[in-house]
């Protein structure tokens, strides 16, 4: 495979003409530990053309992307919204197919940046990749709310405005989430199918996988639930390579169109893997805690409660954002301390100044 990479372009209006004028159509699949995945699709009158973007926290964005390229490289840290691509071919003599990758770093802070890939061009094709970190259950919770609630907060909007322009793209887009469950399916009244598809992957189980069972048997049953009322396919993934080797297949079947797998995990002592559409409700169960309990959580819904009983156990940490993080130079994840102490010299030294700017207008004030 062809694989090439560029910086990415961040003017939404430019992207999105490009993607117009070459007949794009994009996917956008994401992260829930700690960031996004965002694929997108399109066509050009040479083959297809898909595009992923990635949204995570330092959960492995580009370890996946690079896998799914057969890249050999070591991934680098994320910064901000970048981009690469990759091609395929479909066989001798035919046109390659194009992946597009869109990584967003800074996990949950940078959550605005979506709405440069995701547009009412791009939205038909795109798919959600979430990847959550295993490894810390008190953050998964919140982090994977703030992800999925922004970002379908986002698509909603976009789906609304192309609503006005093509009624019928955004009709077909409402019909089509409902695509991975059957009609007769017991759960089908009970479930809030994303306006997307989304795949959900769960990170470094090779560290989930030595946690207390009561433990890990909350976290999968939890997900479980959250992926199948969002109409999501669930998987769990480590640096194993039969585990890379089942994920880089849920995402080339985003990336190039490949046939979904069918097989199915849902044991807690072993990596999930649940293609969307195949669990429900009564496979899951009800949230692990006593029939006699439920009543004090004072659910109005069931991801209410779902997320009440997991927060029990695991309560969440403080997860900052921009709101918090008002000048982006001084967040702690993009530390780099020759940097950083050229920077304070640096501002040191213009209070400095200013303070003997300040007294020599007062000098001036004085004399006059």
Same mark, same amino acid.
């Given at each position: 495979m062809e694989v090439k990479a560029k910086e990415p372009k961040l003017e939404k209006s430019l992207f999105s003409s490009l993607a117009v004028k070459m007949g794009f159509r994009y996917f956008m699949f994401r992260n829930l530990s700690s960031g996004i995945i965002d694929v997108y699709k399109g066509f050009e009158k040479c083959g297809d053309q898909k595009a992923a973007v990635l949204l995570d926290c330092g959960l492995g964005k580009t370890t996946i992307i690079l896998r799914c390229l057969d890249r050999d490289e070591p991934a680098k840290p994320t910064l901000a919204l970048e981009y690469t691509y990759g091609r395929r071919a479909k066989g001798h003599n035919t046109p390659k197919d194009i992946a597009h990758f869109w990584e967003l770093g800074g996990g949950t802070s940078l959550l605005d940046l979506i709405s440069i890939p995701i547009t009412s061009d791009t939205l038909r094709t795109f798919s959600i990749v979430l990847v959550l970190d295993l490894s810390k259950p008190n953050d998964l919770w919140p982090t994977m709310e703030n992800l999925l609630q922004a970002t379908r907060s986002h698509v909603d909007k976009v789906l609304m405005k192309l609503g006005r322009t093509n009624s019928k793209a955004a009709s077909e887009m409402r019909q089509k989430r409902w695509s991975n469950?059957? $009609?007769?399916?017991?759960?089908?009244?009970?479930?809030?199918?994303?306006?997307?598809?989304?795949?959900?992957?769960?990170?470094?189980?090779?560290?989930?996988?030595?946690?207390?069972?009561?433990?890990?048997?909350?976290?999968?049953?939890?997900?479980?639930?959250?992926?199948?009322?969002?109409?999501?396919?669930?998987?769990?993934?480590?640096?194993?390579?039969?585990?890379?080797?089942?994920?880089?297949?849920?995402?080339?079947?985003?990336?190039?169109?490949?046939?979904?797998?069918?097989?199915?995990?849902?044991?807690?002592? $072993?990596?999930?893997?649940?293609?969307?559409?195949?669990?429900?409700?009564?496979?899951? !169960?009800?949230?692990?805690?006593?029939?006699?309990?439920? !009543?004090?959580?004072?659910?109005?819904?069931?991801?209410?409660?779902?997320?009440?009983?997991?927060?029990?156990?695991?309560?969440?940490?403080?997860?900052?954002?921009?709101?918090?993080?008002?000048?982006?130079?001084?967040?702690?994840?993009?530390?780099?301390?020759?940097?950083?102490?050229?920077?304070?010299?640096?501002?040191?030294?213009?209070?400095?100044?200013?303070?003997?700017?300040?007294?020599?207008?007062?000098?001036?004030?004085?004399?006059?």
């Open positions: 469950l059957q $009609k007769e399916h017991p759960d089908r009244e009970l479930i809030d199918p994303f306006p997307v598809p989304l795949v959900i992957i769960g990170s470094k189980y090779d560290i989930f996988q030595d946690f207390d069972s009561e433990k890990r048997k909350v976290i999968c049953k939890t997900l479980r639930f959250v992926a199948h009322y969002y109409g999501a396919s669930l998987m769990f993934t480590s640096k194993s390579e039969a585990l890379l080797l089942k994920m880089r297949g849920v995402v080339n079947q985003l990336a190039f169109g490949i046939d979904k797998s069918k097989s199915i995990c849902v044991d807690q002592n $072993k990596p999930l893997f649940i293609t969307a559409g195949l669990d429900s409700l009564c496979q899951i !169960g009800r949230p692990p805690v006593p029939d006699n309990d439920i !009543g004090k959580f004072h659910a109005h819904t069931p991801m209410e409660l779902w997320k009440k009983v997991y927060e029990k156990l695991f309560p969440p940490k403080r997860i900052s954002t921009l709101k918090d993080i008002q000048d982006p130079a001084r967040d702690p994840q993009y530390v780099e301390s020759d940097v950083d102490e050229m920077r304070i010299q640096k501002d040191q030294e213009l209070e400095q100044y200013k303070k003997n700017a300040s007294k020599s207008w007062k000098q001036i004030d004085l004399d006059s």
